[in-house]
């Protein structure tokens, strides 16, 4: 789970990583008072899970409060890469002096942590990592040790920070694993981390992604969800326990297995060229329940999706028999009656294939088309989602 940057800071504020004093606010009117209540020069940044505010016009530094509320009015409703701006943070400005960046991430292809850290911050560090991978020190972080004062120094010096400030970074360093690990995140950047004309080091722009898998130990991150942001279809299959990603299509996807459905997903593709170019309308993968209140669940939040035309059901019997499934497409029908107005191409391969095709043929329901094979069923749900 992505944060917002203002859910970042009051994580870093929490572990006492130095940040500088931010006032979200959704209006104009609240922004002129967070300007008026902070003083001086301020920066009203839009509040987006996507890079790149700056060059899209979502961050100014103002520098009064009529200033700030005509920068809210501006930011506040901007489309930013197809992310529309509700929130907005005021922040405190800052006299820096040097930029800087550090990062702590999960690097699953070596089952270790990893820290990237530069004395040149503030872009972006894709850009970094391209025009001067030099400058990107890449620290190999042990789980079990972590970082502590002395890891944090060797990182330090690996990323040639003047000796002067090698202390100051580290202790940050420190803090921001601390917020890594105690709120078992995925990802803990600041970009820029800067030295102020003071001699502060402050953590000016956050961005922290943390483990949902680990949201048991962490009830106090259900506040941190934006549900009003989600895709609502995808949230109503969240509740249902469905892995369900929305997609730009018109067929939808129902498989039993993330392999299935991603193969599925390719055929069906293939096949829409030949049919006005429909494409999958959804990734849904029921795993290994295909009982009926499952089956019913997936497929109303497929046909919740007003650009879905057909559907097609791609499942192969293993543990869950085919003629389990037959009764559960069955009584998923019969569940959701007048509400069933798409059809269905219905693909059964595997263990009961034969029961399964018989209950489904018995049941002989208008809306539902059975297929042979894959390429079959992909083909029938294309074309019926040009028709």
Known sequence: MDLYEYQARDLFEKYEVPVLPGIVATTPEEVRAAAEKLGGVVVVKAQVKVGGRGKAGGVKVV???????????????????????????????????????????????????????????????EQLAVEKPEALARIEVDPITGIDAAKAREIAVAANFPAELVDKVADVFVKLYAVYTGEDATLVEVNPLVLTEDGDVVALDGKVSLDENADFRHPDHEALKDTAAEDPLELKAKENDLNYVKLDGQVGIIGNGAGLVMSTLDVVAYAGEAHGG???????????????????????????????????VNVFGGITACDAVANGIV??????????????????????????????????HPLVTLAATMDEGADKAAELANA
């Open 278 to 312: 429909v494409k999958p309308a959804n990734f849904l993968d029921i795993g290994g329940g295909a009982s009926a209140e499952v089956m019913a669940a997936g497929l109303d939040v497929i046909l919740g999706d007003e650009q879905v035309k057909s559907v097609f």
């Open 63 to 125: 520098k009064t409060p009529d200033e700030a509320e005509e920068a809210a009015k501006a930011i506040l409703g901007l489309d930013i890469k197809g992310h529309v701006v509700r929130t907005v943070m005021v922040a405190a400005g800052a006299r820096i002096a040097q930029e800087f960046y550090f990062s702590v991430l999960l690097d699953r292809a070596n089952r270790s942590y990893l820290s990237l850290t530069s004395v040149e911050g503030g872009m972006e560090i």
């Open 331 to 364: 009584k998923a029908l019969e569940i959701i009656g007048d509400g069933a107005t798409k059809p269905l191409v219905v693909r059964l391969d595997g263990n009961n294939v034969e029961e399964g095709r018989r209950i489904l043929q018995e049941a002989n």
